[in-house]
């Protein structure tokens, strides 16, 4: 398939999965980097990171077997300098749990232009210089793959109900992506809570560019939210978390990633394949 059309395909099915419901929108942190957009696309490398060292190793592999492009999962470029403008779609993951809107459009604003300062200084365009002096075909694709992983976990969790915390650890650790990660170490587990403590009502913070503010958890605690589900949690939000009395299970942040990049390329791909290499942390599951 076209480089364009892969791109497309990918936006489209994110768009879907968006947990706004589906409209028409942009996501910053996903973007053709660099490329032809009429490239004709059979051989992809595929990494949760790729930076310069890893496109390096994508030329060698382009000199000794063929190769027509790169894919990141986290974003480079003009799509890591701006990929803060997603976030907002967190406002309306808290307005369906009970948070009001003028709240938590207030809590996001504040911690999106925290993070903004935090990109604002560096220097993103390295990788993208490095895949241009190589001229290798460039993307990533952030949201449009986290979009995946929080339908999915949200649609797993509701299906099979789980009573107990670690009951919520049993179904996780039966995802292959999870299942893998066990064996990496870097399986799921309860931070915050006793495994046999009760669920309640679950968050499940899986999208929206990065993690959200640190304001937001004693909110989600009087809405009735008891088990937060997250890729990953700073130290800061942890105190917050603990503070706030809720339950933490963190699903894994490279595992939870391989699941939504592996459901993505499952719908790009229908029944035209890809051959797929994998490299930096992603291993390839077709289901």
């Given at each position: ?74 974003p480079?470029g ?7 403008e ?68 949200q649609?797993?969790l ?43 009502k ?86």
């Amino acid at each position: 398939m076209k480089l364009s059309v892969l791109f497309n395909r990918a936006v489209k099915f994110g768009r879907e999965h968006d947990p706004r419901g589906k409209g028409n929108f942009d996501y910053a942190d996903s973007r053709i980097l660099y490329g032809k957009p009429d490239t004709e696309v059979k051989k992809v490398m595929v990494g949760v990171d790729i930076e310069v060292a890893e496109l390096l190793l994508a030329d060698k592999i382009r000199q000794n077997g063929g190769l027509d492009l790169v894919i990141s999962h986290h974003p480079e470029g003009r799509a890591w300098a701006s990929f803060y403008e997603v976030m907002r779609l967190q406002i309306d993951m808290l307005k369906k749990v009970g948070i009001p809107h003028s709240v938590a459009e207030a809590l996001l604003e504040e911690r999106k232009r925290e993070v903004e300062r935090r990109v604002l200084p560096a220097n993103h365009m390295r990788a993208v210089d490095a895949a241009g002096l190589l001229d290798i075909p460039f993307m990533c694709l952030h949201t449009v793959a986290d979009n995946f992983v929080s339908f999915f976990i949200q649609r797993l969790l509701r299906n099979k109900n789980p009573k107990r915390l670690k009951d919520v650890i049993d179904i996780l650790e039966d995802v292959p992506e999870y299942k893998l990660a066990i064996k990496e170490k870097s399986g799921p587990r309860i931070i915050l809570g006793n495994p046999n403590r009760p669920v309640g009502k679950v968050f499940v913070e899986m999208t929206g560019g990065t993690e959200g503010s640190r304001g937001v958890f004693d909110k989600l605690y009087n809405a009735g939210i008891r088990t937060l589900v997250s890729m990953h949690l700073s130290e800061e939000h942890f105190r917050k978390v603990n503070d706030a009395n809720l339950n933490a299970i963190i699903a894994g942040h490279i595992s939870s990633d391989n699941l939504g990049l592996n459901l993505l390329l499952d719908k790009i791909e229908g029944k035209e394949k890809l051959e797929v290499i994998e490299c930096s942390g992603f291993r390839r599951i077709r289901r």
